[in-house]
């Protein structure tokens, strides 16, 4: 990434930030394994969030909830690949593993032997996966909208196309707009707060910026056809239920209910499948809903990080589902 692509994306994403009233920390740190280069920003203090976003996407599409908790240290990862972090090889036998390797080694590059999460799409997916596998560096995890590669995983057209190279070479020589922008927002479920200009300018600006001054779309597209084909998740990387059995981890979900990668259906059988679980619909709401509803969901977020213990295994021993 050249140096004035760079400088265009961080003058949308400061705008962005500013838009929020907030001036993120920034860090860059150096992974030993994999061996892969990563930044994260930071917002607020106190107890420590790590927020792990879906894709093509990146750590700033954090900013309207993380600014709305500042009253915790708010730590945003932006995935390899995404925003300007370094590309990782995900052509491995098993890239799962080594994803959830990357994440075990931010925990301890930030030292950080156990954190509470924030996570959306794909980045709930490497929520799911780090808890199961590492239970012991994962306090309580909230789940903003429909997890990845869940069983019954439906794809939008949009996700389709990044399956297959040769579109993805033609998109990549098409300059990025807003309009765009909004088409794939509108693909995932935003429609009504499109409409209702609940997400900003200032957002749709940086969403397109990153598109089109990074390589964030490219390299997550690579990750796509490895994972993914025209049909759905590959086999190997579905996130069976009987795994979902197997986390443990206090959970909140913030689930819209037009979230078309998982339906309402989806989200009650995911946390009726979880051990320790709550579910709240968010009406109207899409797959990114802390784009709808940021107040509600750092309501939400608040409510269930600050649940005292006792308290908490309790309200997740039977699922709660709100309207």
Known sequence: MDGQRTE????????LWSHYGAAPRERFLDLAKPAVRVRVQEVGE????????GGPNAGSTWAPLAARLSDFRCIL????????????????????SLLVDMMVSVLDALELPKVDLVVSSFGGYLGLELART??????RMVQLGCPAFLPTMKLPIFMRLLTIPLVVRLMSK???TVAVSKNILRQIGHGASLDANRIPEAFLEWYTALQGYTDTMTNEA??????????GARPEFIFRWEQLQQVTTPTAFFWGSED??????TARRVVETMPHATLEMLPGGGHLPWLDDPDGAARHARAFLRMPVEALFEATATPILGA
């Open 134 to 139: 590492h239970p012991d560096r994962v306090g």
């Open 174 to 176: 098409q300059k990025p």
């Open 222 to 231: 690579g990750g796509i056809q490895r994972m993914m084909t025209w049909r």
């Open 8 to 15: 265009r994306y961080r003058q949308a994403e400061r705008a």
């Open 77 to 96: 990862l932006d995935r390899p690949g995404s925003g300007l972090s370094e590309v990782l090889d995900l052509r491995v036998s098993s890239p799962h």
């Open 260 to 265: 078309v990668f998982g339906d309402v259906a």
């Open 46 to 53: 106190g107890s420590p969030l790590l927020f792990i976003h």
